[in-house]
C-alpha cells in the first residue's frame, strides 16, 4: 500500500506537469501578464482576463451550483454539481475538488446519491467539507481520506430537513471544540450542525413556517406567504446577527443563534433573494441579489436598501471580495459577470464580461473571489467553472491586503465604507426607524 502510494503522488506530479505544459500560455498569463489598457481608463476600471475552464465530463449538463475556495491552500476549490430544476433533483451528482496547478481534471470526485444543492469548506478546519444535497441530507467529508464515503452524514429524524439544502454555512468551534455549521433548506428551517466524531447531531434554529410573525408579514407584503428558505449569512463579528432570506423577496434579521429572537424584515426585493452576505469588513452593511433584477446594498439598522443596481436580467449570485470592502461581483441569468466597486462608482460596474455561446444563452449560477489571489470563479448551468484575472485597476487592495495585519487592514477597509456610506447621505444608525 505504501508504494502503492508513493507511485499515486509521482503520477499525480506527472500529470501536473502536463497539465501545466499544454496550459502554458494560461500558466503565463496568471502568472505575468497584465493588461495595459489599464493605465488609459478612468480610476477604478478594469477588464476581466479568461484563463482556465475546469469540468468533470460524467456531470456534463448538470448545473454548478457552489463553489468554495479553500482558506489554507488557495489553489483548491469544491464545485458542486447539481440542478436547480426541481425535476431534475432525483438525479445523483457530486462534487469536485479541484486545482489551478491541474486544470484538466479534479484532484477529487466525490459522488453522492441526489444532485448537491451547495458546498462550503470550513475556514476553521479546512480539512472539512460540508454538502448539502436536494434529498435533504447533510453531509460533512474530509478531503484527506480516500473514496466517496462522508466523515458524517445525517440520519432521519423528525429534526431533519426533508427539502432541499440551499445553504451551509461553517461556525465557529463550539464550547466543546466541536466543529459545527448551519444549513437552510426550502422546507423553511434552519438548523445547526454539531460534528460529534463520525455523527451529526441536529438542533433546530428556526421554522420560518411556524413563525408567529407570519401574520405581520401577509400584512407588509399583501400576497400569500411562503417563507421557504434560500440564504443564511452570519455577521462576522457576532455570529448571534444572521439574515435569512426567502422565496417571498423577504430578507429577515435574528439575534441568538440559540433562541433567533426575531429583529427586522427588510422588504425592498419583489422577488425570490438568491443570496445575502455581510460585508467581511463592515459589520453594518450586507449586500442581497434577487430575481427581481437588481443588487440591493443595506445598513441593517436602516429599513430601506443604501444602493440599487438594476442588471435588466436575473441576479443568481453576488459576493463581496474579501480584500476590499467596496468591491463585489455578480453574475445574472444572461450569461454576464460584473464586478462592481462602489467607493468609484455607485451607478455602473467598473468590469463585465459576457460569456456566449453560439448554440444558446449560457446561464451564470455562482461566483466566487479567491481568497489570496487576483482570481474569480464563475460556474455555469452547464457544468463548466470558469477562472478570471482581475485586471489591475480592479486589484488595488490586494497588495495591502496581502503585506500588512489583519487587523490593520480591517480598520483601513471599515474607514473606506464608512466614507462610502456618508456619500449616500443616509441619516446615522440612530436615527434609523425602528420595526412597527
Known amino acids: 500500500?505504501?508504494?502503492?502510494?508513493?507511485?499515486?503522488?509521482?503520477?499525480?506530479?506527472?500529470?501536473?506537469?502536463?497539465?501545466?505544459?499544454?496550459?502554458?500560455?494560461?500558466?503565463?498569463?496568471?502568472?505575468?501578464?497584465?493588461?495595459?489598457?489599464?493605465?488609459f481608463k478612468d480610476k477604478g476600471l478594469g477588464s476581466l482576463l479568461p484563463l482556465w475552464k475546469f469540468n468533470y465530463q460524467p456531470m456534463r449538463g448538470m448545473a454548478i451550483t457552489g463553489l468554495s475556495w479553500n482558506s489554507r491552500y488557495s489553489d483548491m476549490f469544491a464545485a458542486a454539481f447539481g440542478s436547480h430544476d426541481v425535476t431534475m433533483r432525483h438525479r445523483s451528482g457530486c462534487v469536485c475538488i479541484f486545482s489551478l496547478k491541474c486544470p484538466s481534471h479534479p484532484e477529487k470526485v466525490i459522488s453522492c446519491k441526489s444532485g448537491v444543492c451547495c458546498v462550503e469548506f470550513s475556514p476553521y478546519r479546512p480539512h472539512l467539507l460540508a454538502v448539502g444535497l436536494a434529498d435533504g441530507s447533510v453531509a460533512v467529508h474530509d478531503v484527506r481520506k480516500a473514496g466517496s464515503s462522508p466523515v458524517a452524514i445525517n440520519k432521519n429524524s423528525?429534526?431533519?430537513?426533508?427539502?432541499?439544502?440551499?445553504?451551509?454555512?461553517?461556525?465557529?468551534?463550539?464550547?466543546?471544540?466541536?466543529?459545527?455549521?448551519?444549513?437552510?433548506?426550502?422546507?423553511?428551517?434552519?438548523?445547526?450542525?454539531?460534528?460529534?466524531?463520525?455523527?451529526?447531531?441536529?438542533?433546530?434554529?428556526?421554522?420560518?413556517?411556524e413563525n408567529e410573525l407570519l401574520a405581520e408579514e401577509r400584512s407588509i407584503r399583501k400576497t400569500n406567504f411562503t417563507s421557504c428558505g434560500t440564504c443564511i449569512s452570519f455577521?462576522?463579528?457576532?455570529?448571534?446577527?444572521?439574515?435569512?432570506?426567502?422565496?417571498?423577496?423577504?430578507?429577515?434579521?435574528?439575534?441568538?443563534l440559540s433562541t433567533a429572537q426575531y429583529l427586522e424584515t427588510y422588504i425592498?426585493?419583489?422577488?425570490?433573494?438568491?443570496?445575502?452576505?455581510?460585508?467581511?469588513?463592515?459589520?453594518?452593511?450586507?449586500?442581497?441579489?434577487?430575481?427581481?433584477?437588481?443588487?440591493?446594498?443595506?445598513?441593517?439598522?436602516?429599513?430601506?436598501?443604501?444602493?440599487?443596481?438594476?442588471?435588466?436580467n436575473e441576479v443568481k449570485d453576488v459576493t463581496w471580495a474579501p480584500f476590499s470592502s467596496s468591491l463585489f461581483a455578480a453574475v445574472t441569468n444572461d450569461g454576464k459577470v460584473h464586478v462592481f466597486d462602489i467607493l468609484?462608482?455607485?451607478?455602473?460596474?467598473?468590469?463585465s464580461y459576457t460569456l456566449s455561446s453560439s448554440k444558446k444563452i449560457v446561464n451564470l449560477t455562482t461566483v466566487q473571489f479567491n481568497t489570496m489571489k487576483p482570481i474569480i470563479m464563475i460556474g455555469d448551468?452547464?457544468?463548466?467553472?470558469?477562472?478570471?484575472?482581475?485586471?489591475?485597476?480592479?486589484?488595488?487592495?490586494?497588495?495591502?491586503?496581502?503585506?500588512?495585519?489583519?487587523?490593520?487592514?480591517?480598520?483601513?477597509?471599515?474607514?473606506?465604507m464608512e466614507k462610502v456610506l456618508k456619500l449616500a447621505k443616509i441619516p446615522e444608525p440612530n436615527e434609523a426607524i425602528t420595526s412597527e
Open 158 to 209: 423528525r429534526l431533519e430537513h426533508n427539502d432541499a439544502v440551499n445553504q451551509v454555512k461553517w461556525l465557529p468551534d463550539n464550547i466543546d471544540g466541536q466543529p459545527n455549521f448551519c444549513s437552510i433548506s426550502a422546507d423553511c428551517k434552519v438548523i445547526d450542525w454539531i460534528l460529534a466524531k463520525t455523527e451529526l447531531i441536529p438542533s433546530e434554529v428556526l421554522n420560518l413556517r
Open 344 to 351: 468609484l462608482n455607485r451607478q455602473q460596474p467598473t468590469a
Open 235 to 256: 455577521n462576522p463579528e457576532t455570529n448571534d446577527l444572521f439574515l435569512v432570506g426567502n422565496e417571498n423577496g423577504l430578507i429577515q434579521k435574528y439575534s441568538n
Open 1 to 39: 500500500a505504501l508504494i502503492f502510494s508513493h507511485h499515486l503522488k509521482f503520477l499525480r506530479f506527472c500529470e501536473r506537469m502536463v497539465d501545466q505544459n499544454l496550459m502554458s500560455d494560461i500558466s503565463i498569463d496568471y502568472s505575468f501578464y497584465d493588461t495595459p489598457s489599464d493605465e
Open 268 to 312: 425592498d426585493h419583489k422577488n425570490v433573494v438568491y443570496n445575502v452576505q455581510w460585508n467581511p469588513h463592515h459589520s453594518r452593511v450586507f449586500l442581497s441579489c434577487s430575481a427581481d433584477w437588481t443588487i440591493r446594498i443595506w445598513d441593517h439598522c436602516l429599513k430601506k436598501s443604501v444602493f440599487i443596481f438594476d442588471l435588466l
Open 381 to 416: 448551468d452547464r457544468g463548466a467553472v470558469i477562472c478570471f484575472k482581475l485586471s489591475p485597476n480592479l486589484r488595488s487592495s490586494l497588495k495591502v491586503f496581502q503585506t500588512i495585519e489583519k487587523a490593520k487592514f480591517a480598520a483601513l477597509e471599515s474607514e473606506k
